[in-house]
C-alpha cells in the first residue's frame, strides 16, 4: 500500500476546539485498529453504569453515512478508491467531518444538555490522521483545520496506543479482512500521527497491552478528575442507562 513520505513537520498538530458548556461529560477515544478501544470503551460504560450513572455511546461514522454507496465503495477498497479517483481525499474528508458534526448537533447534543456521560469512539481526529495520510494542499489542510474548530472540546480525549506488533497480533486474531489487510507501514503512521495529536491537544495517552486493571484504573483517575465518575467513596448519579448508538 502506498503512502505519501513527509515528515509531517511543518504542520501544527493543535486544533482548537470549542469548549462547550453543557452539564454532560464528553469522552472521546481514538487509536489506531485493534489499539484496544471498544474494550476500554465497553469498561468505562460498565464503571459509569456501576455508578448509577447515565451513559451513552456513539461510534464514528453513522450508521446512515456508512450505508452510503459513496462509503461502500470506499470502505471496500481504501486505496484502491482513492488511487482510482474514485473517491476525492478531501471532500471524503468534509462528508465525514459533516456527518460527525451533524451527529453531535442532532443526538450527541441533547444527551449533555441532559447531564449524561457520552463516549465516542472515533471522535475527531480519527479523520486527520487518514486526511494527513493523502495527497492534499496547504489550502485544504486549513480549511479541514478550520472545521475541525467547529467540534465541541471533549472533557477528556483518550488515545489508546500499543506496540504496532501487537495490534498485528489481534487483527490476525480476528481473522477475515481485517487479517488480510494488516499494513504494518500504514499502522506506524497512523501510530504516530495519533501522538503527535495527543501530545499538543490535552490528550491521555492509554497503553492498552499492559493489563486492563492497569489501563481502566488510569482512565478512571482522569474521568474522576472531571466529574465523569465518582471517587470511590464518592456519590453517584442518577439511574443509568447504557447504550451505544451511530
Not at 464528553?26 to 484496544?36: E, Q, R
Not at 506506524?188 to 495519533?194: I, P
Request: a neutral charge; charged letters at 25%; one cysteine or more.
Amino acid at each position: 500500500m502506498n503512502h505519501p513520505v513527509s515528515s509531517h513537520g511543518d504542520i501544527d498538530f493543535r486544533i482548537d476546539m470549542r469548549p462547550h458548556d453543557w452539564p454532560g461529560k464528553l469522552i472521546a477515544v481514538s487509536g489506531i485498529d485493534a489499539s484496544g478501544k471498544t474494550t476500554l470503551i465497553r469498561r468505562i460504560a460498565a464503571d459509569a453504569k456501576r455508578s448509577s450513572i447515565v451513559t451513552r455511546r456513539f461510534k464514528f461514522p453513522s450508521r446512515k453515512l456508512k450505508e452510503t454507496a459513496l462509503f461502500r465503495e470506499f470502505d471496500r477498497d481504501r486505496q484502491g478508491s482513492l488511487d482510482r479517483g474514485y473517491i476525492d481525499s478531501f471532500g471524503l474528508t468534509l462528508v465525514l467531518m459533516g456527518d460527525r458534526l451533524l451527529t453531535l448537533h442532532n443526538q450527541v447534543r441533547n444527551h449533555l444538555q441532559a447531564g449524561h456521560t457520552v463516549i465516542i469512539d472515533r471522535y475527531l481526529f480519527t479523520t486527520l490522521v487518514e486526511f494527513l495520510l493523502t495527497p492534499h494542499s496547504a489550502a485544504e489542510r486549513r480549511t479541514v483545520w478550520e472545521c475541525a474548530g467547529h467540534f465541541p472540546r471533549p472533557d477528556c480525549y483518550l488515545f489508546t496506543d500499543v506496540p504496532l506488533d501487537v495490534a498485528a497480533d489481534r487483527l490476525r486474531d480476528r481473522g477475515g479482512a481485517e487479517a488480510d489487510s494488516i499494513d504494518p507501514e500504514g499502522m506506524s503512521m497512523r501510530a504516530k500521527l495519533f501522538r503527535e495529536f495527543a501530545a499538543v491537544n490535552g490528550g491521555v495517552s492509554v497503553r492498552t497491552d499492559i493489563g486492563l486493571a492497569h489501563s481502566t484504573e488510569v482512565v478512571r483517575e482522569h474521568l474522576v478528575a472531571i466529574g465523569a465518575l465518582p471517587s470511590r467513596t464518592g456519590d453517584t448519579g442518577t439511574v443509568a442507562s447504557v447504550g451505544e448508538q451511530r
